[in-house]
């Protein structure tokens, strides 16, 4: 059995994980002879593939792993495989053909079993159990002379000498097969683990060899940083000098600010004045044109009147319609002279109500005249306060509503006629990574868009690192590729 010099693939596996039914054994005897021949036919069906690496191999019953075999034959690959049928096999386990072979066959009375195993050490296939046990054979009842007996148990003393001393070296070559296996599994064991620590010296001079790239690359880029961190530094001295001269503009912006903000005060109260008295002006006009409304109202059932009166002068007859006529035209004439008496006074009084009601009006334009300037002088001002303190801070500020005003138009206490409302200083946001300033109706997305800019987020535990700390951010990446 040449097959036999190599170690078959084994494995752990349990009873419980095993395949039995993708190889069924066939033909299998009851009883074997020890030393004789032992044909086994099998038949693969479509649930296997079979490999170069598959054999049989004989088991005691009761085994619990593919280690335990007791013999094997390396499986041949069938000449035809198709897809979808089964395929008949056989093999032979040599006992008497082969002396030097024979003791690889059980020679006691245990019940064993044929089991194929893949080149995996997985169990597909076992038969049923069989036992190794010589023929019986009938009693025969032969007659010999005493010389032949002699002759006979000579031979058989003889023959008892040669079997005890064939028992004695098939058992001292059992000793030395099992001494050569172990020497053999020892042997792999050392291969294997010469393969092993060959692999991981390969290993480790390749990480040698990265990690000294690496270095290298962290050589260069410290000295670059070092370079970089010089040129921080002194941007950071120019630009402490600068900021300490802005925030002396800064302060002298806020002083004229000041100034600025208590005229407006003044300006406002004066406003609110002027307001008050064209509120109480027009009320005046109002009430004068109620009672115009009123005179008016008068004069027509004046007319009225008369026109029942002439109506009623018409209907007297005689002599009587002279003198109620004449009557009538003095007591008219007398009533409309009075009507137009107050009538005149009336329209003396309106004219006079017309006048001061043009003195307000022109007054009311002086002021709003002097309004608009105060307005556009406040405005040339904030613009002038605002551009120092945005080259100051070096952020921009957005551009207040109101007529240009930064804290909103003053003269709003003052009606329609005097422009919008006063408006608050808007709200500003600051990044918190660059310092920029935005204003306050800027949209959520932007600003967070704005600030996740100057992050680094690692895609495998989305842990944020901010970009000036590029290294920490490559380090960390470097330690996820280590685990």
């Known amino acids: 059995?040449?097959?036999?010099?190599?170690?078959?693939?084994?494995?752990?596996?349990?009873?419980?994980?095993?395949?039995?039914?993708?190889?069924?054994?066939?033909?299998?005897?009851?009883?074997?002879?020890?030393?004789?021949?032992?044909?086994?036919?099998?038949?693969?069906?479509?649930?296997?593939?079979?490999?170069?690496?598959?054999?049989?191999?004989?088991?005691?019953?009761?085994?619990?792993?593919?280690?335990?075999?007791?013999?094997?034959m390396w499986a041949p690959l069938p000449s035809d495989v198709r897809n979808g049928t089964a395929v008949q096999q056989q093999i032979q386990f040599k006992g008497l053909l082969c002396l030097s072979e024979a003791y690889y066959l059980p020679k006691d009375d245990e019940y064993?079993?044929?089991?194929?195993?893949?080149?995996?050490?997985?169990?597909?296939?076992?038969?049923?159990?069989?036992?190794?046990?010589?023929?019986?054979?009938?009693?025969?009842?032969v007659v010999t002379t005493q010389g032949e007996v002699e002759e006979i148990e000579l031979q058989n003393t003889n023959l008892r000498k040669e079997n005890e001393e064939l028992r004695a070296s098939c058992a001292s070559l059992q000793q030395q097969a099992i001494d050569l296996q172990e020497e053999v599994k020892k042997t792999q064991e050392l291969q294997n683990s010469l393969e092993s620590l060959r692999s991981n010296t390969e290993k480790l001079k390749l990480e040698l060899n990265s990690l000294k790239k690496e270095n290298k690359h962290l050589k260069e880029l410290d000295d670059c940083k070092e370079a970089e961190l010089h040129q921080l530094k002194e941007q950071i001295q120019n630009v402490t000098s600068e900021k300490e001269r802005l925030e002396t503009r800064l302060k002298t912006a806020l002083e004229h600010m000041d100034q600025l903000q208590s005229q407006v005060l003044n300006y406002e109260k004066e406003v609110e004045k002027l307001a008050q008295m064209d509120h109480d002006k027009t009320e005046q006009l109002a009430s004068l044109k109620e009672e115009k409304c009123q005179l008016l109202t008068t004069r027509t059932q004046q007319k009225e009147q008369n026109q029942e009166l002439e109506h009623h002068m018409e209907c007297l007859?005689?002599?009587?319609?002279?003198?109620?006529?004449?009557?009538?035209?003095?007591?008219?004439?007398?009533?409309?002279?009075?009507?137009?008496?107050?009538?005149?006074?009336?329209?003396?009084?309106?004219?006079?109500?017309?006048?001061?009601?043009?003195?307000?009006?022109?007054?009311?334009?002086?002021?709003?005249?002097?309004?608009?300037?105060?307005?556009r002088h406040l405005s040339q001002a904030?613009?002038?306060?605002?551009?120092?303190?945005?080259?100051?801070?070096?952020?921009?500020?957005?551009?207040?509503?109101?007529?240009?005003?930064?804290?909103?138009?003053?003269?709003?206490?003052?009606?329609?006629?005097?422009?919008?409302?006063?408006?608050?200083?808007?709200?500003?946001?600051?990044?918190?990574m660059c310092d920029e300033v935005f204003p306050e109706d800027i949209a959520t997305s932007q600003y967070e868009a704005h600030v996740q800019s100057h992050l680094l987020e690692c895609p495998l535990c989305s842990e944020t690192f901010e970009k000036s700390n590029k290294q920490v951010f490559d380090d960390h990446i470097f330690c996820h590729d280590l685990q």
Not at 113 to 133: H, K, T
Not at 336 to 347: A, D, N, V
Not at 358 to 364: G, L, M, T
């Open 317 to 375: 007859k005689g002599s009587k319609a002279k003198l109620s006529l004449c009557l009538f035209c003095c007591l008219q004439n007398e009533q409309e002279k009075h009507l137009m008496k107050e009538l005149e006074e009336q329209k003396s009084l309106f004219q006079i109500l017309q006048a001061k009601k043009n003195e307000a009006d022109k007054e009311n334009q002086k002021l709003r005249e002097e309004n608009d300037q105060l307005l």
């Open 1 to 72: 059995m040449d097959e036999t010099s190599d170690e078959p693939p084994t494995s752990a596996v349990l009873l419980d994980n095993c395949h039995f039914s993708q190889v069924i054994f066939n033909n299998v005897e009851k009883f074997y002879v020890p030393g004789g021949d032992v044909t086994c036919y099998y038949t693969l069906t479509q649930n296997i593939i079979p490999r170069g690496k598959d054999w049989v191999g004989i088991f005691r019953v009761g085994w619990k792993t593919t280690r335990e075999y007791y013999t094997f």
């Open 382 to 432: 904030t613009e002038v306060s605002s551009s120092s303190v945005v080259s100051q801070a070096q952020a921009p500020i957005p551009v207040p509503k109101g007529g240009g005003l930064l804290f909103g138009n003053p003269y709003s206490a003052a009606g329609a006629d005097l422009g919008a409302g006063a408006a608050d200083i808007a709200s500003l946001r600051k990044c918190p």
């Open 112 to 141: 064993y079993q044929f089991c194929y195993v893949d080149q995996d050490g997985v169990v597909r296939g076992a038969s049923v159990p069989f036992q190794f046990r010589a023929e019986t054979e009938d009693d025969i009842l």
